[in-house]
Structure formats: C-alpha cells, structure tokens
C-alpha cells in the first residue's frame, strides 16, 4: 500500500521541485516518510524529478472511535464508530450522545472518550466552547448532558454547507459525470508528462 501511495502522489505531481504537502493521518507519516525515500533515490540516480513530499497534518490529525475511543474513527468498525460529513443533524446528535465517555475527573488527566470529543469541537474551529468545556473539565465540572449536545451542534454546523452541496449535486448526476470528466482528462494529462520524464531520464524508449 505505501509503494501504491507513492505511485499515486508522485505520478500526478507537477509544477517546480519544492516540497508538496499530502494531507494525511498522523498514522500516515510513515508512508510519506517512505515517499520521500523513494523520490529521493530516484532524484540521485536519474536527476531531479519528483519533490519529496511532506506531510500536511490538519489540527485533528488523529479522531479515535465514538465506541471505542483506543482505536482510530474508522467506518470499518461500523456506523456508530464514527460520524459522517453528510450526517443529518439528528444523527450526529445521536452518535455523539452515546458516545463512550468515561467519568471525568478534572485535572490535566483526559479519558481517551472526552478527549475525542474534544478534539471534534475544536477541529470545527469552536474554539471559544472548546476553552470553556476545557476549564469545567479542569475543574472537575464537566457536564456531559451540555458538552455532547455543543459537540454534535459543533460539528453539524461546521459541515451544513457540505450536506447541502453534496445533496443539490446528488440530484444533478450529468454535472457529476462532467466533473469527472474534465479531472479524468486532467490527471491523464499530467500522468502522461511525468511517464515520458520518468522514461526518458532513466533511458527507455
């Protein structure tokens, strides 16, 4: 899978050699670390070609499950593990209502179940509750009946334009195969400049 994802990055790469960001999980550094590897000695053996890719890690680089909150937010696991983009508000305030949270007991120590609605809140940029749940949480005062509801809203609003955008296209299936289109024929385009580079650079016809 990491040679697969290499392939994938650096085949529709363009532009100038600096360094490009691949937006991944933390349990992802690793593959991009590998990535690096590989264009790195393909750059010393054939001459410069592929940019050595970095990591581009968002703020919640890492979600844990909603049920079981030791393992990583996975739709694999089932539905109630995790919340969609598109989740009706009613949904996402149900998940997040039974979401696993062990007891609080304030101080700097966070159970992984409270942490993981902590770091939902502050993904969506409510960073305000976000400091106020922490201080009652510090204070041994964290009330769950009011930090899940802030959460599920949190997220729910964050996503509302997502939710609608992805409706109104749902019902348009010619517009979605156009954009499809025009990407398929784009990323072809780029693929095909990169294989005659990577060819010519390394001799083969």
């Not at 809140?121 to 204070?139: K, L, P, S, Y």
């Amino acid at each position: 899978y990491p040679v697969l994802q290499t392939a994938d990055v650096l085949l529709y790469a363009e532009g100038p050699l600096s360094s490009i960001g691949v937006p991944v999980g933390r349990d992802q550094v690793q593959h991009i670390e590998l990535m690096r590897d590989i264009a790195r000695w393909f750059n010393n053996r054939f001459g410069e070609t592929f940019p050595e890719a970095q990591p581009l890690l968002t703020e919640a680089a890492r979600v844990m499950s909603l049920k079981d909150p030791e393992r990583k937010m996975s739709k694999s696991l089932g539905g109630d593990h995790c919340l969609f983009l598109d989740d009706a508000p009613e949904e996402v305030e149900r998940k997040v209502k039974a979401a696993v949270t062990e007891t609080a007991t304030g101080g700097t120590d966070m159970p992984p179940g409270v942490a993981t609605l902590f770091t939902i809140i502050t993904a969506t940029g409510e960073h305000a509750d976000a400091e106020h749940f922490h201080r009652a949480h510090a204070e041994g005062a964290l009330t769950y009946s009011q930090f899940k509801p802030a959460v599920a809203r949190a997220f729910s609003e964050f996503f509302a334009e997502f939710r609608t955008k992805k409706a109104d296209l749902l019902q348009d299936p010619a517009t979605i195969d156009a954009i499809l289109a025009r990407g398929a024929e784009a990323a072809r385009t780029i693929a095909a400049e990169t294989i005659r580079t990577v060819r010519t650079r390394m001799g083969m016809r």
